[in-house]
């Protein structure tokens, strides 16, 4: 018998999520690796990662969804017949688990965001990609900086008792006031809970700044796993905090519930890994916009084409 799937792919400019969903929308299978500067490749990997992890071959993948930084290359080279922005995906995807959330705190490795939503629907959103002091990418920089792997994070500054104030207005001089911090003697512990403190300073001063943020309260995202990082926000708010143990997975999980809403035309094969896939930019000449276009081969083959202003673009 058929057991009808459908896939959801979610492609960061830090981390590349994957994962196989039931007609329930019960995760079935997952990946979650590192982009590492090729998107081609690293959805290529997650699909492979999720193939082999598949227990029977009786498994027909009905929809394909993408979302994510690079959702429209990856939507173009594995033929998703879904493509949808990252607040849209994280909404329904976490909707699907917590059907009351009222806020979803989102923070990645280099951008954060938040979503309002008012019975079940997005009702207003942020997102800051402009600063690294709120992301996981800063925590992680600031961990090399302490010799400190940054697994390591939460559970050191859930044992501090008193957090130094880290300066959080941006990394250069939350940089320069950890450095300060250091050479004064604080204790470790102190300071890498005041960094916690920091990323929650700077995502509620910056990108929750004006929101009216009404529990239930949901966290996700890589840095949602980080202990120290959910007291802060706990403790800022005075509220109780959710982190679902699949919270980095809410993208894929979103977008892949999404794709069933559309035909997909044809069954989603995992030999796609086997494909050659490149991309080529060029300027159009053909009028004063001089548009920056991308264009995606595969065996060759164009299959799609972007970045036009004008139907000259296309030809």
């Known amino acids: 018998m058929i057991k009808e799937c459908y896939l959801g792919i979610d492609v960061g400019s830090i981390s590349t999520k994957g994962v196989i969903i039931d007609k329930n929308n019960k995760i079935i299978h997952s990946s ?57 995906a994280h909404a329904v995807g976490t909707l699907s688990i917590f059907p009351d959330v009222k806020t979803i ?7 954060s965001k938040i979503i309002i939503l008012e019975d079940g629907i997005v009702n207003d959103y942020a ?8 992301t996981g990418a800063f925590l992680t920089s600031q961990g090399k900086r302490l010799g400190i792997p940054i ?24 940089e320069s ?14 300071i890498i809970a005041g960094l916690c403190d920091a990323v929650v300073n700077n995502y509620l001063n910056n990108v929750a700044r004006g929101k009216k943020i ?3 309260i949901v966290f996700q ?39 069933k809403n559309n035909s997909l035309g044809k069954l989603f094969s995992f030999k796609i890994t086997t494909e050659h896939f490149e991309t080529k930019g060029h300027t159009c000449p053909r009028c004063p916009n001089h548009c920056e276009l991308i264009s995606i081969y595969k065996n060759n083959m164009l299959i799609d084409k972007w970045g036009n202003r004008c139907d000259r673009g296309l030809e």
Request: glycine letters at 12%; aromatic letters at 4%; a neutral charge.
């Open 32 to 88: 979650y690796l590192w982009t590492e500067g090729n998107p081609m490749e690293a959805v290529k990997r997650v699909i492979n990662n999720l193939e082999n992890d598949l227990e029977c071959t009786n498994i027909a993948i009905m929809g394909v969804g993408v979302t994510g930084s690079a959702r429209r290359l990856i939507g173009s080279m594995v033929g998703a017949n879904m493509v949808k922005n990252e607040i849209t």
């Open 105 to 111: 705190i989102e923070i990645g490795g280099q951008d």
């Open 127 to 134: 997102m800051n990609t402009l600063c690294a002091a709120g």
């Open 151 to 174: 697994e390591k994070f939460g559970e050191i500054a859930l044992n501090s008792s008193q957090p130094v104030g880290i300066a959080a207005r941006c990394t250069v001089f939350a």
């Open 177 to 190: 006031d950890l450095v300060h911090k250091m050479q004064a003697g604080y204790k470790r512990e102190d």
């Open 214 to 216: 009404k529990p239930p």
């Open 221 to 259: 995202g890589g840095v949602s796993k980080n202990k120290g990082v959910i007291k802060s926000f706990e403790r800022a708010l005075n509220e109780k905090i959710y982190v679902d143990k699949q919270g980095h997975l809410m993208g894929a999980l979103g977008i892949a519930i999404l794709s």
